[in-house]
């Protein structure tokens, strides 16, 4: 467990709990125990889907800007690989992620949010990317992502101007896939995750191995990919399992295993 960065695990859910006070600025050893606790989760059979939270305050306000500061050229060109990598980890999770937002999520804290398959926050949140106005660019994938999302307009616009959103604006411009009281955001996001904990998981990281493959590469390539993917689940004792199910019981009855 590490100093910032920690995994707990109940019911099949896993919560990557940051805990850096009083922000949760992203700084070198936090991005690093946030890249071992997503391989953890990853590793778990345990853990059928994943929470990433900031605590009831605040998700993640942006990286160290102080440790940025005192970085020179050749600091920095070697840390932006260390910092993108650790939250493809979280990307690259083969299960269901959620964000649970609150307060600020901002710079590489949204990013960390946009890894993440689904976005749930308070009502009073504040999302955007910021780094402009620090005289530099988002640097872990908030101008693919993020673009990916809302198209390019409007995420030019978000990483031109620097501006806050607040959670309403976006929600409607889906940078936020929910929001929901304050108080609410984390039992919102567990719950959200708990509905995976019993389902077909290697179905499940197909699924989001496909959707997020065919999204890097062209219709054709997509279609090829989901092919693939669906033919090796006729593998899996997950695609047996759930079609005998279906057969002998109906529709969204089978108990699933995982493998």
């Not at 992203?26 to 994943?50: G, P, S, T, Y």
């Not at 992620?97 to 804290?109: N, P």
Request: proline share 4%; hydrophobic share 45%; net charge negative.
């Amino acid at each position: 467990m590490g100093e910032f960065v920690r995994l707990e695990v109940e019911g099949g859910v896993g919560t990557i709990r940051l805990d850096r006070p009083p922000m949760n600025a992203i700084n070198r050893q936090l991005q690093a125990e946030l890249r071992e606790a997503a391989r953890e989760a990853a590793a778990r059979a345990d853990v059928k889907a994943v929470v990433v939270y900031g605590g009831p305050k605040v998700f993640a306000a942006g990286a160290d800007v102080k440790e940025f500061a005192a970085m020179s050229y050749g600091d920095i060109t070697d840390y932006a690989p260390e910092l993108q990598a650790s939250i493809a980890e979280v990307a690259a999770l083969p299960k269901p992620t959620v964000a649970a937002i609150t307060g600020y999520a901002l710079g590489g804290g949204f990013e960390l949010a946009l890894a993440c398959d689904r976005r749930v926050a308070g009502d009073n949140a504040k999302v955007g990317q910021p780094e402009v106005l620090l005289g530099i660019i988002p640097g872990a994938g908030g101008t693919q992502r993020l673009a990916r999302l809302v198209g390019p307009s409007k995420a030019k616009d978000i990483v031109y101007t620097g501006r806050f959103l607040g959670a309403e604006e976006a929600l409607a411009i889906g940078m936020l896939d929910q929001v929901v009281a304050p108080d609410d955001v984390y039992t919102t996001a567990v719950a959200w995750a708990a509905q995976f904990t019993g389902g077909a998981s290697r179905a499940l990281a197909a699924a989001k191995a496909a959707i997020d493959g065919g999204l890097d590469n062209d219709l054709a390539s997509g279609l090829k990919l989901e092919t693939h993917l669906f033919a090796a689940l006729f593998a899996t004792e997950d695609r047996t399992t759930g079609m005998r199910s279906f057969i002998e019981n109906g529709p969204g009855k089978a108990e699933f295993d995982g493998r």
